[in-house]
Structure formats: structure tokens, C-alpha cells
């Protein structure tokens, strides 16, 4: 069985009868591997967001807000350069991304001191749960010190076109900690307060100590 991304859960969720969730059951089961299609705007994969999503994980590793103008700027000049409606269409929704997050308030989910991030290993990026292989892909995992002991962190970048509810980016923050407790668990003590899944579309997150304490739901496959 190929693996299969939280997104696709996402979206079988989102099926309102029971014959739409069996017939895209059985094609994510049966389905054979094919080309990755860069810029596919519906499902927010390829190359589509790469300069908003990139521009914030590097806001966040070194904790610079000033990148946000600068990649804005940069994004402005490709957008009044291209002719193209679809390309200036991809430049000005990556523009309003960086635009909204400006807003963001990167250090409530940044430890004021990170020790080190962790390289995450292409083994690790299928969890297997309930025999499903699930991919898993965070962007940064980080690692810091709190009351003596050494905690591990993590964001997970999600772009997609009109973003998610909460409750579904609560399914990619749970994930993400199962993802966490399977392969750090031995070294680290999770963070349930570092551990975070964020919708760049509408600029908006989950953390999983929301999960823990009732505010958002539990993944309930």
C-alpha cells in the first residue's frame, strides 16, 4: 500500500456519505504510484508555495522577522515581471501569506533558546498506524532545555489552498507527536507546548497540549 499523506485523510474526512468514503478508500488502497505534479494548486503540493513556506521556516530557524519584507519585495518585483495570469495568481497568494504572518508571533511557539535541530531521517517519514503508512514530513525539529531536562519541539508547515479547519489541522499536530514520541522518545522528553502544526493559508495553528486538554479534538479514524 502506498503511503498516505494527512491531507488525503483530511480530505476523505470531508466526505459527507459513507459510498464516498469507501470509493476513496479504495482507490488511496488499490491506487498505483505516479508523478508528483510540482505546482498543483488544489492540493497546495510541488513548487506552488514553496517561496511562502520556505520564508517562514526561516523566520523561525534564526528568528528573523526582517525576512518577510525582504522575500515580499523580492515576490513583488516576479509578480509585476510575469504575464501569466496562473503564475501572477501563485506570486500574489504567497505574497498575502508573508503579509498575514507578519502579524504572527513566531516567538509564542519558538523557545526563547533553541540548543540544536534535529535532521529528520527519510525512515522515519512513514508512521505506521493501524497498518496504515501515514507520511510525515515537519519542518523544523528543535531541540531545548527546560527545569534540567532536554525537550524536543517541532512546526509543521501545512500550505493548502483555503487552508483547514482546526480540527483538521489537529489531526497533522497529532500525527506529529505520535511522529515525535516513535523516534525521539528515547533521547528527549516530548514538548506538548512546542509541538506545533500551522496552516500558512489563514495563518492560524494547533498545539498539542490543545489536543490534550479538550480544546481540539482527537483523530478519530
Not at 482507490?27 to 517562514?56: A, F, H, P
Request: proline share 3%; with cysteine.
Amino acid at each position: 500500500m502506498q503511503k498516505i499523506t494527512i491531507k488525503e485523510l483530511v480530505d476523505f474526512r470531508r466526505k459527507s456519505s459513507d459510498n464516498g468514503r469507501k470509493n476513496f478508500a479504495y482507490k488511496l488502497k488499490n491506487r498505483e504510484v505516479k508523478e508528483k505534479i510540482d505546482g498543483d494548486e488544489s492540493s497546495g503540493g510541488g513548487d506552488y508555495w514553496v517561496t511562502s513556506t520556505s520564508c517562514i521556516y526561516n523566520v523561525f530557524k534564526y528568528n528573523k522577522n526582517e525576512f518577510y519584507d525582504l522575500k515580499i519585495n523580492e515576490l513583488t518585483t516576479k509578480f509585476e515581471a510575469a504575464e501569466d495570469k496562473r503564475i501572477k495568481s501563485m506570486y500574489q497568494r504567497n505574497i498575502d501569506i508573508l503579509s498575514n504572518f507578519k502579524d504572527f508571533h513566531i516567538e509564542a511557539i519558538r523557545p526563547s533558546k533553541i540548543l540544536k535541530f534535529e535532521t529528520v531521517q527519510k525512515v522515519h517519514t512513514v508512521l505506521h498506524i493501524d497498518e496504515f503508512p501515514l507520511y510525515i514530513n515537519p519542518s523544523l525539529l528543535f531541540s531545548h532545555e527546560r527545569n534540567g531536562k532536554n525537550e524536543l519541539g517541532a512546526i509543521w508547515l501545512v500550505p493548502q489552498l483555503y487552508g483547514f479547519k482546526k480540527a483538521e489541522l489537529g489531526m497533522f499536530c497529532e500525527i506529529l507527536y505520535k511522529f515525535l514520541l516513535k523516534n525521539y522518545s528515547d533521547n528527549y522528553q516530548i514538548s506538548d507546548d512546542f509541538c506545533f502544526a500551522i496552516d500558512t493559508f489563514s495563518a492560524q495553528k494547533v498545539v498539542y497540549q490543545e489536543l490534550k486538554n479538550g480544546d481540539v479534538p482527537f483523530f478519530d479514524p
